[in-house]
């Protein structure tokens, strides 16, 4: 019941920018905290980002904390992505997940937090 869709994922060269939508059904969207994982071949999975239900708190992975902006609408049920700057080392399948809020803190940058999780989305840079 519950589905996580990711898209917008795709070939960008190194400088550039793209953004993914992460559509969310069978849920209350709004209870939950988004978050976004990335994982290249044969690599652990890597904490991106993540929003409170509200959209007012955020947080960020090292590699990518000023460079990409996550954001929500609830009312479309939607979490995004938007990246800027895309260097090579962003090469990965990025992953929406989805967990029932508790209370913020740096649960929300582990995996295993996350209860609901999206199939993928390819995101390839070239240079």
């Known amino acids: 019941q519950v589905q996580l869709v990711e898209s917008g994922g795709g070939l960008v060269q190194a400088g550039g920018s793209l953004r993914l939508s992460c559509a969310a059904s069978?849920?209350?969207?709004?209870?939950?905290?988004m978050g976004w994982f990335r994982q290249a071949p044969g690599k652990e999975r890597e904490f991106v980002a993540a929003i409170s239900w509200s959209g007012t708190r955020t947080d960020y992975g090292e590699s990518v904390k000023g460079r990409f902006t996550i954001s929500r609408d609830n009312a479309k049920n939607t979490a995004y992505l938007q990246m800027s700057s895309l260097k090579s080392e962003d090469m990965a399948v990025y992953y929406c997940?989805?967990?029932?809020?508790?209370?913020?803190?740096?649960?929300?940058?582990?995996?295993?937090?996350?209860?609901?999780w999206g199939q993928g989305t390819q995101v390839t840079v070239s240079s």
């Open positions: 997940a989805a967990y029932m809020y508790a209370a913020w803190g740096t649960e929300n940058r582990i995996p295993s937090s996350y209860k609901y």
């Open positions: 069978g849920l209350t969207f709004r209870t939950y905290v």
